[in-house]
């Protein structure tokens, strides 16, 4: 049976491509959108035979926003908008994982080619970045930090002293086994109709 997937765990994270070997990828903090897609134009030559179409090369586009804030992330990518920096990618939904626990993730590089700022004085300020994808993107799947992992959803633990081997003496609801509720003088099935006879 599938399970639809939901936008709210889509999660984009960065790294400055030359940062690979000493640093993690950071996912990108207040996010509230991202479009992601991939295109691929066709031209059409007509000849006294029929018309032939070629493919051109594979256009990828990737976008998010997030409310701006003073977290230092913010100017990895102001540098890439302004100075052509190669950042990594990678466009992560946490609730598709492979048999290692591992989530799906679109993985691209590419530098910052917008960085559009809003600062509606009702609302928080927000920054939406639009990325000059290098390349072919590739999918596949990622394990994250155990850091990153808590920070985006910690994980349930009991009120004892906590152990890895304990939880903390605790264990996570499944509200997916939990049975509506019925009033005591409510019945389990179904009450029979009234037969009547003339």
């Known amino acids: 049976m599938a399970t639809s997937l939901k936008g709210v765990n889509t999660v984009v994270a960065v790294r400055r491509l030359s940062e690979a070997k000493t640093k993690a990828a950071y996912v990108l903090p207040f996010q509230t959108d991202g479009d992601y897609s991939r295109s691929r134009d066709t031209d059409s030559n007509t000849t006294k035979s029929g018309t032939l179409s ?38 992560i939904k946490l609730d598709k994982k492979n048999e290692k626990g591992w989530f799906y993730a679109d993985y691209m590089r590419g530098e910052i080619s917008k960085d559009d700022q809003s600062s509606d004085p009702e609302k928080d300020a927000e920054r939406k970045f639009e990325v000059n994808v290098s390349g072919k993107a590739q999918s596949g799947y990622t394990d994250l930090p155990h850091d990153v992992k808590e920070e985006l959803s910690y994980v349930f633990r009991g009120a004892g002293i906590f152990d890895e081997s304990n939880n903390g003496n605790g264990e996570a609801l499944d509200a997916s086994k939990i049975e509506t509720p019925q009033s005591k003088g409510a019945s389990s099935t179904q009450p029979s109709p009234e037969t009547t006879t003339d």
């Open 54 to 91: 070629s493919s051109k090369g594979l256009k990828t586009e990737l976008s998010f926003t997030v409310y701006d804030s003073d977290d230092p992330v913010l100017e990895v990518l102001s540098d890439s908008m302004d100075n052509g920096t190669t950042l990594e990618f990678w466009r």
